[in-house]
């Protein structure tokens, strides 16, 4: 069945992308805009997510009570995120309130009321979630280790610090979404049952006026600490490790991705196997791809009592360093298997497939359909995953650990 | 959408919601044991159990049980609670005969020594990684208080010390008590061929002897009290506090589950104004646990230990009001939709219509749609709301906290402790 995949591209930059998907009752949308903790002020950070917690106390027509109510009454489960390039908001619904759904988002991203007595309510909020990360030790091993890979301003942490959310007024906040909640740069993506025209008239009628801003470059600075131990009197050891890769939109990435999967989807991947249970030293242990949209990286976690994490630490760079030699046919084979399921299993959801969506646009320009994907998942070859991994052995290793003590990590560079 | 069900001469029941035009099926073994049906002397052998079905057969290694539940690329899991064990998978049609043949099999485990001891160490690791994550053990140490001398007082993983005595010889004797054929239904949803599902499983599980795996059932006592766990490096206090409410087989588990949608959803509620929205607590939510024989709302509530004590005043306020004066007809409705729209969008996935159709199934023996499910929660009035609140009293009420505070007065504050001590008190 071929995928009924739409595009419009309107005059102020704002990209609609669309599938609709008629065998199911509900519709999904995901909107970002390109209001990312990467453009925080210098002595603002966290700014981007202030900003964001303000824009959903009022909108438009309604008060914060009547934002809330209003969606509840629709039945649309919603969620706002600051994320490195973008502010996303999204949200799945009952079809038939997608559209006045979207329209409360015009709202949000256009005519929020950034209410300045509300300020110290919405700065508390933010402090609340800098304060738990405090106690979240995987959370925070793995925000330094993305700190370590991208440096500023791509490796930030979007809860920013305490200071810089207390520093931050009312102006800064209006500043923000002045100059950051726009079209150029925006990408609205909607998934599940609705007619095209309808939708795409609709979406133009709210947002195709929405005036575009000048753009701003970004300066990059990278870090140079490779190493880092954050101590902490816990029962665990949280090891995060990171090494540079390719992004999405590089055209060896589905490569890249399948060597990470044989390391670590699944029951039978590498990592599960040496590290869970042939030695029993971890109960959580993974490794992924991270794609920002011009670099990307590979990212591994394990937590493990202190006494052992050592010996997990260079079992899983051993792992690591073991891709280099290359993967085997019938690793690739249960891989291709994983990862159809699951591109199949994602049109059963409409969320799943807004947010692909959105994913796709934003890093390759255009839209993949599930044909196209299954089709370079059939055509991945040993030889050119092991080409790959030939040209791009894991190296280069960032490592931050939390915990008691730490690890010797001299093996860990290269 | 179509409702199958057959019963093995075994007793093995299978129960299936079939879609055909669903993309994917899933199927899942329910079976009818968990932390509840331990003792003191195998506390935490469901869970590990459940972890060493993974580890093989007669026939098939743990490395082969892990190959081949890749080769389908299956979503596979499995999870242990105070009354179930769940094995699943999630998987595209064609590989139905694969996953029914390789789950029906490894329900049957070997317990191989080794495996046995490597395993516990991995179950050590999990208790491990719990004692370093919020909110800190508060859940188990609060249901722990609450339930007393009760069984479901157990926590599914038991303690690193319960577990590190569990011999492989008491494993198998749980197992050979609790996985009878009459204690398991086989579930499946979505794109499923049933009657090849029936005659395979009756191939690869109609041999399984049959015997009785009674549950023992009482009401738990109500209980009040506050316990204070200090961890002086957190930095939030984190709070959960439970009080009773409808068991699974009640008819007012709708009205409860409303009720805690309306006090504590995670966005839109009572709590979320009086205590999230403002900055002073990161979350405040309450949620509803159903056991047989037993319910609970809980909340968890977590916020700067300064805070923590006119936090705990706020929630308490908020409960005795509703206690008080019930939930308002615009509060009901809005929760009817936020439910109803979760129940009818969760349900576009199999594997999310398998655990509604299996928990159902194992509780109360029935097969609900999704259009049955709504109109229970439609049906239900704000004089029900009231008349559950006067069944379940939110003043009585059980807590714990974990975090950097040392002693209860600094968790309630002083006049509440006593109030609290004198509640415990009488109990006794």
């Known amino acids: 069945m071929g995928q009924a995949i739409y595009t419009e591209q309107f005059d102020n930059g704002l990209v609609l992308v669309a599938e609709a998907m008629d065998w199911l009752e509900s519709a999904a949308f995901c909107l970002l805009t390109p209001a990312g903790c990467n453009r925080d002020p210098d002595d603002r950070p966290g700014l981007a997510n202030l900003t964001r917690e303000l824009a959903e106390r009022g909108c438009g027509p309604r008060d914060s009570r009547q934002f809330i109510s209003a969606l509840e009454l629709l039945g649309a489960d919603t969620s706002a995120a600051v994320l490195v390039a973008h502010t996303s908001f999204g949200g ?131 870090e140079a600490e490779r190493i880092l131990h954050l101590p902490h009197d816990s029962t665990q050891t949280h090891i995060a490790i990171g090494y540079p890769s390719i992004p999405y939109r590089h055209p060896d990435y589905y490569e890249a991705r399948a060597a990470i999967g044989v390391l670590s989807d699944g029951m039978s991947s590498r990592l599960f196997t040496e590290v869970r249970e042939n030695r029993g030293l971890c109960y959580a242990v993974q490794a992924h791809c991270h794609s920002l949209r011009d670099r990307g990286s590979v990212l591994c976690y394990a937590g493990t009592t202190n006494d052992r994490a050592q010996e997990t630490l260079d079992v899983v760079l051993a792992e690591l360093r073991r891709l280099a030699a290359g993967i085997a046919v019938d690793e690739l084979e249960r891989l291709k298997a994983g990862l159809k399921s699951s591109l199949i299993m994602q049109q059963e959801s409409s969320a799943a497939r807004s947010s692909a969506l959105a994913a796709d646009w934003y890093h390759l320009g255009r839209i993949q359909t599930v044909d196209q994907v299954r089709s370079v998942i059939d055509n991945l070859s040993c030889a050119r995953i092991n080409a790959y991994l030939a040209s791009h052995p894991p190296r280069d290793f960032r490592i931050v650990t939390v915990g008691e003590q730490p690890l010797e990590t001299s093996r860990g560079i290269s | ?111 191989r020594p080794a495996d046995f001891e490597t395993e516990k160490l991995v179950i050590l690791e999990e208790i491990a990684k719990y004692e370093d994550q919020p909110p800190f053990g508060a859940h188990e140490k609060c249901l722990a208080a609450h339930f007393g001398g009760h069984p479901l007082a157990r926590s599914v993983l038991g303690t690193a010390a319960s577990v590190a005595r569990l011999s492989r010889d008491q494993m198998m004797e749980y197992f050979e008590r609790r996985y009878s054929p009459r204690n398991i239904a086989l579930v499946a949803a979505g794109n499923v061929d049933f009657d090849a599902l029936v005659a395979l499983a009756d191939r690869c599980c109609g041999a399984w002897t049959p015997y009785d795996a009674p549950r023992e059932i ?73 056991y047989q024989g037993a319910g609970l709302f809980m909340t968890q509530l977590c916020g700067p230990p300064e805070d923590t004590a006119d936090n705990y005043a706020r929630l308490n306020q908020l409960l005795a009001e509703t206690e008080a004066d019930g939930v308002t007809e615009a509060e009901l409705e809005q929760a009817k939709s936020k439910i109803c729209s979760h129940v009818v969008l969760g349900s576009e996935r199999p594997v999310n219509r398998l655990f509604a159709v299996g928990g159902t199934w194992l509780t109360r023996r029935c097969y609900r749609t999704v259009r049955d499910v709504t109109d229970c929660y439609r049906r239900v009035t704000s004089e029900d709301i009231a008349a559950l609140l006067a069944r379940y009293p939110l003043s009585v009420q059980t807590a714990v906290a974990v975090g950097p505070l040392q002693d209860a007065e600094q968790v309630v504050g002083p006049r509440e402790t006593r109030a609290l001590r004198t509640a415990t008190a009488r109990k006794k």
């Open chain 2, 218 to 290: 009482y009401r738990a006592p109500p209980h009040a009290g506050v316990e204070v766990f200090c961890k002086p490096n957190a930095a939030q206090e984190y709070m959960i506090q439970v009080c009773n409410g409808p068991a699974s087989e009640d008819e007012d588990r709708y009205a409860g589950r409303l009720l805690a949608t309306v006090l504590g959803d995670e966005c839109g509620s009572r709590m979320f104004w009086e205590l999230v929205d403002p900055g002073h607590a990161e979350s405040a939510e309450m949620s509803v646990c159903e």
């Open chain 2, 1 to 111: 959408m179509e409702f199958r069900k057959q019963t093995l001469d075994n007793g093995l029941e299978i129960v299936a919601e079939c879609a055909p035009r669903a993309y994917s099926a899933a199927l899942g073994f329910f079976v009818k044991t968990g932390a509840r049906d331990e003792c003191d002397e195998n506390h935490g052998v469901s869970h590990f159990l459940e972890h060493m079905v993974f580890k093989g057969t007669a026939t098939r290694s743990a490395a082969d049980v892990n190959r081949q539940l890749d080769e389908i690329g299956s979503h596979s899991n499995a999870y242990t609670s105070e009354e179930q064990t769940v094995y699943f998978a999630a998987f595209l049609p064609e590989y139905q005969a694969r996953a029914v043949e390789l789950l029906s099999d490894i329900l049957r485990p070997a317990l």
């Open chain 1, 92 to 222: 799945t619904m009952p079809a038939e309130s997608l559209f006045p759904t979207l329209a409360i988002y015009a709202d949000v991203v256009r005519r929020a009321h950034l209410p300045a007595d509300q300020l110290d309510d919405a700065r508390l909020v933010c402090l609340q979630e800098i304060r738990s990360l405090d106690d979240d030790l995987s959370q925070r091993a793995f925000l330094e280790l993305r700190r370590l890979l991208y440096g500023e301003p791509q490796g930030r942490s979007a809860s920013g610090t305490a200071d810089g959310i207390e520093a931050a007024d009312i102006d800064d906040v209006r500043r923000c979404f002045e100059a950051t909640y726009r079209p150029d740069g925006a990408i609205l993506s909607v998934a599940g049952k609705f007619t095209w025209p309808a939708l795409r008239d609709h979406v133009a009628a709210l947002y195709a006026d929405w005036a575009p801003r000048p753009p701003r470059e970004l300066i990059d600075t990278p």
